[in-house]
């Protein structure tokens, strides 16, 4: 019965165990629930309440029941140890009393053989005695010496084993604390060696990026430098080219010109002169002369034409000097480009990290609004200030709670550079709000990626 009842106390103090887990599970949630969901809250803590009350009564019965069944058991086995115990009492009584009445009888039988007996034996027993005493007390003395000598050696030795055992406890304390303060130095060290690799890698990422920057400039100029000779050395060819045909053009217009004033004063001589011979003469002359002027002015329109084409190689050069121009640009752009992604990719994995931790946070959706909207006013005022941005200065009171509770460094400007303090305008219109019926709806949400990326933007200054 006692064992029964133990394992049914134990049961119930299970069951009891198990109810108060439910309820501390159910009052440590701290998320915000609808009012029906916080009433449903609260009658199911009422009614774990209740089955805890229950089950704790149930158990204390339990209990109670367990404890006077082991009472009673323990009452009931101390009775019989008893009675034994007095049977065996009575029963050995018995015998020493037949052993007794046994003895006297055989004295009797035998007084007068033990008083003679007795006479010798009182001679002997005194010599025996004195033999005895004499013995006794050198025994006695030995006894007593090595007693002394044990009572000493023990206390010896237990002196020696407890400060043995304290000089061990010693030296297991002290070795405790020369590895805690080990282990603490090897983590500081650690953690100091941490904190310098990453100096040294923003560092590094820094000298990384100025030297890439620099590299690029470099080649952006040497490629606008080329372009640009390359440029003036085709304006030079195409100019001189041009002139040369210019003058060649205007040589041969200018000969042209004679050649039809020649033609036209033969003319005139035609009209004039009366005797045949001399017409034939002028005739012949006029042919000769337009023959010229037809030639001097098909070479003057080759060389205008050579002109022209010559003026649009000018401009195709010109054209070309731009596109290199462009080229050049757009290379230099691409090389900064492709420096800056190597730079991010070392501390992409950061960035991810911060990202993903960030984005995955809950929050309201209200306060998730207010945050987009501060966000855009911020936005529109970095790319309006450029690189005169500055987080420490720019940033409204509001965000740089938002950026502390989320654990993002707000990054400052670097020494040198003056940032614009923006007066910002307090207070704002009035927006009358609609009653509407509310609905029941989720009320949280997570910051999201694009959020998390737009904060982290804002943190930072335009030239990190």
């Known amino acids: 019965k006692a064992k029964k009842a133990k ?21 440590r949630r701290k998320k915000k629930l609808s ?136 030296r297991r304390r002290s070795a405790l604390k020369r590895a805690r303060r080990a282990r603490r130095a090897v983590l500081k060290r650690r953690r100091a060696a941490l904190k310098r690799a990453r100096r040294a890698l923003i560092k590094r990422q820094r000298k990384l990026k100025r030297r890439a920057l620099k590299r690029a400039r470099r080649v952006r100029r040497a490629a606008l430098k080329r372009a640009r000779r390359a440029c003036k050395k085709a304006k030079r060819r195409a100019l001189k080219r041009s002139r040369k045909l210019r003058r060649k053009g205007t040589r041969a217009k200018r000969i042209a010109r004679r050649a039809i004033k020649r033609v036209r004063k033969l003319v005139r001589k035609l009209r004039i002169c009366k005797s045949k011979r001399a017409a034939k003469r002028v005739r012949r002359a006029l042919r000769r002369a337009r023959r010229v002027a037809r030639k001097l002015i098909r070479r003057s329109r080759r060389v205008c034409k050579k002109v022209k084409r010559a003026l649009k190689r000018t ?58 909207k501060l966000l855009r006013k911020v936005l529109r005022k970095q790319r309006k200030l450029g690189k005169r941005y500055c987080p420490k200065k720019h940033l409204p009171r509001k965000l740089k709670k938002v950026l502390k509770a989320l654990k993002i460094k707000i990054i400052k400007c670097r020494k040198g550079r003056k940032a614009r303090r923006v007066r910002r305008r307090r207070g704002g219109r009035k927006v009358k709000r609609s009653r509407r019926a509310r609905r029941a709806r989720r009320r949280v949400a997570v910051i999201g990626r694009k959020l998390a990326r737009a904060l982290l933007r804002v943190s930072k200054c335009k030239k990190f």
């Open 7 to 27: 394992k049914l106390a134990k049961k119930a103090k299970k069951a009891v165990r198990k109810l108060l887990k439910k309820l501390r599970k159910i009052l």
């Open 35 to 170: 009012k029906s969901a916080r009433r449903a809250r609260r009658r199911l803590i009422k009614r774990i309440k209740k089955a805890l009350r229950r089950k704790q009564r149930i158990a204390r019965r339990r209990a109670r029941a367990a404890r006077r069944a082991k009472r009673r058991a323990a009452i009931k086995k101390a009775r019989r140890n008893r009675r034994r115990a007095l049977r065996r009492r009575a029963v050995l009584k018995k015998l020493a009393k037949l052993r007794r009445r046994k003895a006297t009888a055989a004295r009797r039988r035998r007084i007068p053989m033990i008083k003679k007996l007795r006479r010798l034996r009182k001679g002997l027993k005194r010599r025996k005695a004195l033999k005895r005493a004499r013995r006794n007390r050198r025994r006695a003395a030995l006894k007593r010496a090595r007693r002394n000598r044990r009572r000493v050696n023990r206390r010896r030795s237990n002196r020696r084993a407890a400060a043995i055992k304290k000089a061990r406890r010693n």
């Open 315 to 372: 401009k195709r050069a010109k054209r070309v000097c731009k596109k290199l121009k462009r080229r050049a640009v757009r290379r230099a752009r691409k090389a900064k480009r492709v420096i800056l992604r190597r730079l991010k990719k070392r501390s992409s994995r950061r960035y991810k990290k911060l990202i993903k931790r960030i984005s995955t946070t809950v929050i309201k959706r209200k306060t998730s609004r207010k945050i987009r």
